[in-house]
C-alpha cells in the first residue's frame, strides 16, 4: 500500500522525480460523491479526499485537493442537497497544492473560517511553500495564497452546529501536518471517525529526514504521529489520499453486500501507523541509518 501511495505521488524511493504534476490528471478524475456514515460525506475528486461532515447550522469541509479540485468539490456537495454558501469551517491536512490547492478558491466561494496549524497557517497566508517541508527543494508547486487563516493548537476543538472537530497535530510529512477527529451517527450509533493526514517519508531530491539542519526534528515528529494513530479512538479511517486507507476497496465491499460494513475497521488507524513506520525505517535505512 505505502508503494502504491509513493508510485501515485510520483515519488520512487522516497525522492520526487519531477517538477511537474504528471498525476493530478488521474487525481483529479471525477468521483460521485456519497455518504461514508452518518453526516460525513466524500465530496473530492477520486485520487484527493475532500470530506464534508454536516449540521443544520451549517458545514464542515476537510481539504481542497487541487486548485482545480474546487469546482467539482462544489458540484460534489450541491449534488448531495448542500451548498458551498452554507460550509463555515475549512480545514486542512498538510500544505500541499494537492490538499490544500483549491482551498483559497473554496474560501471564497463560502465564506467561511479556515484554520490550520500554526506553521501551515504561516504558508497559507505568506508564502505558499514552507521552509523545512522535506518536498520544499522537489520542485513542488507553491499554493494559493489563503487571506485569512486561523491558527490553532493540538487538541483544540471547533465547532459548527452540533459538529465538533477536534485538531491533532500529526507532523513529519510538513512541519505542519494536522489529522482531525469527530463523531457521526446512523440510525442511533455514533462511531468515531478519523481524519488522517499522510504519514509518509517522502521528499525531494537530496533531502535526508535523517540529518536535516532543515528540519531536524522530523523523525521525532513522525514517532508522535504513529503514536497518535496507535492511541486514538478509529472506528472509520480516511486518508488524504484514499488508497492509503482502501477506500475504494471497502467502499466496493459496501456496494456488495458485505457484513459488516467493510468501512468500519477499528484496526485501521493502527495499521496505518505500523505500514508508516515500516516506509520511515526503510526510508532511513536508505539513507545509512541502522
Not at 498538510?94 to 501551515?120: K, N, P, T, Y
Not at 486514538?232 to 467502499?251: Q, Y
Request: hydrophobic fraction near 35%; proline fraction near 6%.
Amino acid at each position: 500500500m505505502l508503494v502504491l501511495l509513493l508510485a501515485l505521488s510520483g515519488f520512487v524511493n522516497g525522492q520526487q522525480q519531477s517538477s511537474t504534476c504528471s498525476q493530478c490528471d488521474a487525481w483529479n478524475k471525477p468521483q460521485t460523491p456519497f455518504r461514508i456514515y452518518g453526516n460525513t460525506y466524500y465530496v473530492g475528486p477520486h485520487g484527493l479526499s475532500s470530506i464534508l461532515v454536516t449540521s443544520q447550522a451549517g458545514h464542515v469541509l476537510m481539504d481542497g485537493a487541487l486548485p482545480e479540485s474546487a469546482p467539482q468539490i462544489v458540484a460534489n456537495i450541491r449534488s448531495l442537497g448542500f451548498r458551498i454558501e452554507d460550509v463555515k469551517l475549512i480545514v486542512n491536512s498538510h500544505v500541499h497544492f494537492d490538499h490544500a490547492g483549491g482551498i483559497a478558491e473554496l474560501q471564497r466561494l463560502s465564506g467561511a473560517r479556515v484554520v490550520a496549524s500554526e506553521w501551515s497557517a504561516e504558508v497559507m497566508t505568506k508564502s505558499g511553500l514552507g521552509h523545512g517541508d522535506p518536498q520544499e527543494h522537489g520542485g513542488i508547486p507553491p499554493i494559493e495564497l489563503v487571506p485569512n487563516v486561523s491558527t490553532l493548537h493540538d487538541g483544540e476543538s471547533f465547532r459548527v452546529g452540533d459538529t465538533v472537530v477536534t485538531a491533532y497535530l500529526t507532523p513529519g510529512h510538513t512541519p505542519g501536518g494536522t489529522s482531525w477527529t469527530w463523531k457521526s451517527c446512523e440510525n442511533g450509533r455514533c462511531l468515531n471517525m478519523v481524519y488522517a493526514d499522510s504519514v509518509t517519508a517522502v521528499s525531494g531530491k537530496g533531502f535526508k529526514f535523517s540529518q536535516s539542519r532543515e528540519y531536524p526534528g522530523a523523525v521525532k515528529d513522525f514517532e508522535k504521529s504513529f503514536k497518535f494513530l496507535d492511541q486514538v479512538p478509529c472506528d472509520i479511517l480516511v486518508t488524504t489520499h484514499p488508497e492509503m486507507s482502501d477506500l475504494w476497496s471497502r467502499l466496493d465491499g459496501r456496494k456488495g453486500g458485505v457484513s459488516p460494513d467493510p468501512m468500519i475497521d477499528s484496526e485501521a488507524c493502527r495499521n496505518l501507523a505500523e505500514a508508516s513506520r515500516d516506509g520511515l525505517r526503510a526510508r532511513l535505512a536508505s539513507e545509512g541509518q541502522p
